[in-house]
Structures are given as C-alpha cells and as structure tokens.
C-alpha cells in the first residue's frame, strides 16, 4: 500500500541581490506553517553554503495537508512576490515512499 505521506525538496534561486529578501519572506512562511498547519509534519529551509539557493524540506500527512498548504493566503502571497525575488522558476522534488529499510532520524 502506497504511503499518503508527501515529502517534498523546494529549491529557491534568488534574483541578484534578493537572497535576504527572499530568505525573510520564506523564514514568515515556516513560521506561519508552523503556527497554523498540524497537517505539515516538516517544514525547515535552510541556504546552501554560497548564498545562492534557498532550499524548503516539507513533509506531508496528506494530499489534504498539501492542498491546505498551498491554498493558505500565506503561501499564496509568496507566489504573488515570486517573479520580482526568483531568478528562476522553483525547482520542486517530490516522494512518498522512504527507501527500503531507510531509518528515520528525528532529534529535536
């Protein structure tokens, strides 16, 4: 059976000189996320070492939990403010099933 679980790898790509722009305005996302989604199970980003990319780890309960995500006013103000602080469209990585015999680690 097939796990309902969505995990998904956002990559953000920053115009010239919008990396804190855009960091600032993905970090009042994750924190919105994470007052207002029980249904998100994950939800970080973090910048690569040289400041060129931003990348959004996200895990899902569910379809549900996604769509939630995606229609919240939130995210979709973000969408709005994506072309004047993205210098390339969103490249997004998406899977259900953790590998075979792949633990999870979870330290908090």
Do not use: C
Not at 20 to 45: C, F, I, M, R
Not at 73 to 101: M, N, R, T
């Amino acid at each position: 059976m097939a796990s309902k679980v969505i995990n998904q790898i956002a990559i953000l790509t920053p115009k010239q000189g919008r990396f804190d722009d855009l960091a600032a305005e993905v970090a009042n996302l994750s924190q919105k996320v994470q007052k207002n989604e029980p249904g998100t199970l994950v939800y970080y980003a973090y910048a690569d070492a040289k400041r060129e990319e931003i990348i959004i780890v996200e895990r899902y309960a569910d379809q549900a939990a996604l769509d939630k995500h995606s229609a919240s006013q939130y995210y979709q103000d973000l969408v709005k403010k994506a072309p004047e602080l993205l210098g390339k469209p969103l490249e997004l990585k998406v899977g259900h099933e953790l590998l075979q015999k792949s633990a999870q680690v979870v330290r908090v």
